[in-house]
C-alpha cells in the first residue's frame, strides 16, 4: 500500500480530539513547527476565507508564508500552501515517507498526521510564518499543539455539536483554547461570548468593540473595507463575495496589522485573495454556477445574505450534505431561495446523506433527485445563473467538472 493509500485509510477511524499523539509525533520528527511563527486561524464558519487572506497579505508584506487548511476540494496538494503554490506531490510523498513509520509508532490519527505533515513541509520550504486553520473545535484540535504568536477566532455556531457541545457557550469554550495569555488575538464572535475568551488571558482585540468595519459592497466584485482599529484607520478591497467575506477580510487584515503588517501589504495581500468553493462564481453552459461549502445553519443564513446583497433572489439550486449535519436547519434557510432544488450527493463521501432522505425538507419547492454530480449539473438549465451548495466533498466533485479537470478518486471522510 502506498503511503498516500495507507494515510486515507486512517480518515475511517475518525477523529481523536487530544494533543499527546500529535505532541509525540512532532517530537520524533524534531519539533520541525519550532522553525517557523505560527498563527491559528479557528471558528466554526469562516475561518478558511479568514486564513487565506492572513496568508496573502503576509506574503505581501515579504513573508515566506505557508497556508494549511482543511479539507481540500480536490487535491490532497490543497492543504499545504507556500506563497500561494501548493507544495508538489513529489515532495509531499517524500516527506510522507519519512513521517509514516513515526506516525504509526505514536498512533497518530488521519489529521494528526496531516498537520505534521504541513509542519514538516513548511520548515523544509523555509517558510518563516505560518496560517494555520484549526480542523475542529480548538481546545484539543491537532493544530493547537503548535505555539501561536497570535490567534484568530472568526465566529462561534452551533456545529459539530456531538463533539464540541450542545450550546455555543460550550463551543466557544472549546474554541478558546486557541488562545495564549498575554499573546495578540482577534475575533468577531457576538458580544455575549466575549467574556468566555477573555478567561484565557489574550490581548484581544473584538469586533465591534475594538475593531469597527465600514464595507461599501462592490457587486460581483466583492467589497470595499475600511477598517478602524485602536490605533489606525486601513482602507482596502476584497473579492469574496458576501457581507461575512467583507467581514472575514476585516478579521485578517486586523490580524496582519497586529503582527506589524503596514497598510501597503494589507491592501495588496486583501485584493489578491483567492478561496475557492466558497461563493465562487465559475462560467457553465452560457451562465454562471456560484458555488458554496454552506453545510450548516449559520453558513446558509449567510450565504442567503450574501444572495440579497448582490441581488439575486431565486435561483436553481444543487444541493448536498452530510448525513450527519443539521439539514433540516440549513433546509430551512435554502428553501426562500430557491426556485427549484436538485438533489445529489458526493460520490466519494461514504457520510454523504441520500437525496431521497433530503427531499422531505424541501416540501413546497419542485425536487428532483440525481446519483452524481455531474447528472446533477445536466439538469441545470442553459444560461442565468444557479448555485451548488452544501457538503465541501460535494464543491470538491463539482468544481473539476466544471474546470475540465481531473478529481480525486479516494474516499473523502475528513
Not at 56 to 77: D, K, Q, V, Y
Not at 308 to 330: H, N, S, T
Amino acid at each position: 500500500m502506498s503511503d498516500l493509500d495507507w494515510l486515507f485509510t486512517r480518515q475511517r477511524f475518525g477523529v481523536h480530539p487530544g494533543l499527546t499523539r500529535v505532541r509525540a509525533l512532532l517530537s520524533r520528527l524534531g519539533h520541525p513547527q519550532q522553525n517557523f511563527r505560527t498563527v491559528l486561524v479557528g471558528g466554526t464558519n469562516g475561518k478558511g476565507s479568514t486564513a487565506a487572506t492572513l496568508a496573502a497579505i503576509l506574503g505581501a508584506s515579504g513573508e515566506r508564508t505557508g497556508l494549511f487548511t482543511s479539507p481540500h476540494l480536490t487535491r490532497f496538494s490543497e492543504r499545504f500552501v507556500v506563497d500561494g503554490q501548493e507544495r508538489p506531490e513529489e515532495e509531499i510523498l517524500d516527506a510522507l515517507a519519512r513521517l509514516r513509520p513515526q506516525a504509526e509508532a505514536a498512533e497518530a490519527s488521519f489529521f494528526e498526521i496531516v498537520t505534521a505533515l504541513g509542519c514538516l513541509l513548511f520548515a523544509r520550504a523555509g517558510v518563516t510564518t505560518a496560517v494555520m486553520e484549526v480542523g475542529l473545535g480548538g481546545r484539543l484540535d491537532a493544530t493547537n499543539a503548535l505555539d501561536p504568536a497570535l490567534s484568530v477566532i472568526t465566529n462561534v455556531a452551533l456545529d459539530h455539536t456531538e463533539i464540541l457541545g450542545e450550546t455555543r457557550a460550550a463551543i466557544a469554550r472549546e474554541k478558546a483554547g486557541i488562545l495564549r495569555a498575554g499573546q495578540p488575538a482577534v475575533t468577531g464572535v457576538t458580544a455575549d461570548l466575549l467574556p468566555l475568551l477573555e478567561t484565557q488571558g489574550a490581548d484581544l482585540w473584538a469586533l465591534g468593540r475594538d475593531i469597527q468595519v465600514e464595507a461599501r459592497p462592490r457587486g460581483w466584485e466583492g467589497w470595499a473595507v475600511q477598517l478602524r482599529l485602536p490605533h489606525t484607520v486601513l482602507t482596502f478591497d476584497t473579492p469574496l463575495l458576501g457581507p461575512h467575506g467583507a467581514r472575514n477580510a476585516a478579521l485578517a487584515a486586523a490580524a496582519a496589522a497586529r503582527l506589524g503588517v503596514d497598510e501597503a501589504a494589507i491592501q495588496t495581500g486583501t485584493a489578491a485573495t483567492r478561496w475557492p468553493g466558497r461563493l465562487e462564481v465559475l462560467p457553465w453552459r452560457g451562465g454562471r454556477l456560484l458555488l458554496d461549502g454552506a453545510h450548516n445553519p449559520d453558513g446558509a443564513a449567510a450565504l442567503g445574505e450574501s444572495l440579497r446583497a448582490l441581488g439575486v433572489e431565486r435561483l436553481p439550486v444543487v444541493f448536498g450534505a452530510g448525513a450527519d449535519k443539521d439539514v433540516a436547519g440549513v433546509a430551512e434557510l435554502l428553501r426562500p431561495l430557491a426556485s427549484e432544488v436538485i438533489l445529489t450527493r458526493a460520490v466519494l463521501s461514504p457520510r454523504a446523506a441520500a437525496p431521497a432522505e433530503l427531499a422531505p425538507q424541501f416540501v413546497g419547492l419542485p425536487v428532483r433527485l440525481t446519483d452524481t454530480p455531474a447528472s446533477a449539473l445536466e439538469l441545470l438549465p442553459p444560461g442565468g445563473i444557479a448555485l451548488v451548495c452544501g457538503s465541501l466533498y460535494l464543491i470538491g466533485e463539482v468544481r473539476p467538472l466544471l474546470l475540465g479537470e481531473t478529481g480525486e478518486r479516494r474516499e473523502r471522510w475528513q
